[in-house]
């Protein structure tokens, strides 16, 4: 099983970016995928997740209305499509995966992760 995140940058506030985590020996059926972040001192972050089929899309209240995240069936990655970004979204972001069933929320239950890419947004 391997993920590669990726798409991360530099952008002003205000700006928009799309991070990609790309999905390797990963059933869609069974996989929850998620993305999380951290940003520098703090512990990481629950931001959203796609469970398979898309059945159940989840946003944290920080970044709901601003993010969608998606599933790229023919590239098989997972999106987080990232509008109005603001300086406090500036984190390393992480995608994720886990078994259905567990809280999607919660990191410790995934055991699959990315490498992150890191987001800075400047105000």
């Known amino acids: 099983v391997q993920l590669q995140a990726s798409g991360g940058g530099l952008v002003q506030a205000g700006g928009s970016l799309r991070l990609s985590c790309a999905l390797s020996g990963l059933s869609r059926r069974y996989y929850v995928v998620g993305w999380f972040r951290q940003a520098p001192g703090k512990e990481r972050m629950w931001v959203s997740c796609f469970s398979p089929y898309g059945r159940n899309i989840n946003y944290a209240e920080s970044v709901e209305g601003r993010f969608t995240i998606f599933r790229d069936y023919a590239k098989n990655s997972v999106s987080l499509q990232m509008n109005a970004l603001k300086p406090e979204d500036t984190a390393v972001y992480y995608c994720?995966?886990?078994?259905?069933?567990?809280?999607?929320?919660?990191?410790?239950?995934?055991?699959?992760w990315g490498q992150g890419t890191l987001v800075t947004v400047s105000s």
């Open positions: 994720a995966a886990q078994l259905v069933g567990t809280d999607p929320t919660n990191p410790d239950g995934y055991g699959y």
